[in-house]
């Protein structure tokens, strides 16, 4: 058992893929390694899936991407509001980078999201737009007015929020990837034939769509709040 415990706590980290000689030695971590093949990954998909689009007559592949953008606009505009067309593309690079950096494991190489490091820069990346959206849309006083909605006693929970939201988007996501990794880990050493395929299809894959879910729409519904039109 201690020799299951030592080898899962070596999978929990974030190994070293390379080291670039340059300053000393950069080191180059797995979680951005396997970044880089889930970005050539969609841009490839990307290029192939849209050399061929028509104004008349699409085929199959445009008809599942127009439904697909389409559905996501909807989504955004219902969470954000009227203002919501600026914040689509980057909601949807998000879940599609999320979404795939979650079931990645199917295929045999280590989540990105397993790394705290890369949760947390995804939460902050989520503040940065959130916030920065707050005040971009009313101004540097309205943002600032904000915080003391509904009523001036709220201002420091409103304030606290601004430390919470990011601390809560990034160990969710986190949690829950790296709570489903240690699951599988767990199942594979106890019983290693059949049955860990079986919960590999939830933990792996339902389990990581629904995380990623949860993160774009906490986003959106964040922004959506900070933009709202006063009434």
Same mark, same amino acid.
Request: glycine residues 10%; hydrophobic residues 55%.
């Given at each position: 058992?201690?020799?299951?415990?030592?080898?899962?706590?070596?999978?929990? %980290?974030?190994?070293?893929?390379?080291?670039?000689?340059?300053?000393?030695?950069?080191?180059?971590?797995?979680?951005?390694?396997?970044?880089?093949?889930?970005?050539?990954?969609?841009?490839?998909?990307?290029?192939?899936?849209?050399?061929?689009?028509?104004?008349?007559?699409?085929?199959?592949? %445009?008809?599942?991407?127009?439904?697909?953008?389409?559905?996501?606009?909807?989504?955004?505009?219902?969470? =954000?509001?009227?203002?919501?067309?600026?914040?689509?593309?980057?909601?949807?690079?998000?879940?599609?980078?999320?979404?795939?950096?979650?079931?990645?494991?199917?295929?045999?190489?280590?989540?990105?999201?397993?790394?705290?490091?890369?949760?947390?820069?995804?939460?902050?990346?989520?503040?940065?737009?959130?916030?920065?959206? %707050?005040?971009?849309?009313?101004?540097?006083?309205?943002?600032?007015?904000?915080?003391?909605?509904?009523?001036?006693?709220?201002?420091? =929970?409103?304030?606290?929020?601004?430390?919470?939201?990011?601390?809560?988007?990034?160990?969710?996501?986190?949690?829950?990837?790296?709570?489903?990794?240690?699951?599988?880990?767990? =199942?594979?050493?106890?019983?290693?034939?059949?049955?860990?395929?079986?919960?590999? =299809?939830?933990?792996?894959?339902?389990?990581?769509?629904?995380?990623?879910?949860?993160?774009?729409?906490?986003?959106?519904?964040?922004?959506? +709040?900070?933009?709202? +039109?006063?009434?």
């Amino acid at each position: 058992m201690e020799g299951f415990k030592q080898t899962l706590l070596e999978a929990m %980290q974030n190994e070293t893929a390379f080291t670039i000689p340059l300053f000393g030695g950069i080191p180059v971590g797995s979680a951005v390694v396997v970044t880089w093949i889930i970005m050539a990954v969609w841009m490839a998909a990307t290029l192939l899936a849209t050399r061929n689009l028509k104004v008349r007559d699409p085929g199959r592949v %445009q008809v599942v991407l127009e439904s697909g953008v389409s559905f996501l606009n909807g989504f955004v505009r219902d969470t =954000i509001g009227p203002h919501w067309r600026p914040f689509a593309p980057y909601l949807g690079t998000v879940a599609l980078y999320i979404g795939m950096a979650n079931i990645i494991g199917l295929f045999g190489l280590t989540s990105p999201t397993k790394d705290v490091n890369v949760t947390a820069a995804l939460a902050l990346m989520s503040m940065v737009l959130i916030y920065g959206a %707050q005040f971009r849309y009313n101004g540097l006083l309205g943002g600032l007015k904000r915080f003391g909605k509904p009523t001036a006693v709220m201002v420091p =929970i409103n304030l606290m929020e601004v430390l919470i939201r990011p601390l809560a988007l990034c160990m969710r996501l986190f949690g829950n990837v790296l709570g489903a990794y240690i699951i599988m880990e767990i =199942i594979k050493y106890l019983v290693p034939a059949v049955i860990p395929a079986v919960f590999s =299809i939830y933990f792996d894959l339902f389990d990581g769509l629904i995380q990623t879910v949860v993160f774009v729409f906490l986003t959106a519904m964040f922004t959506g +709040e900070g933009i709202k +039109e006063e009434e």
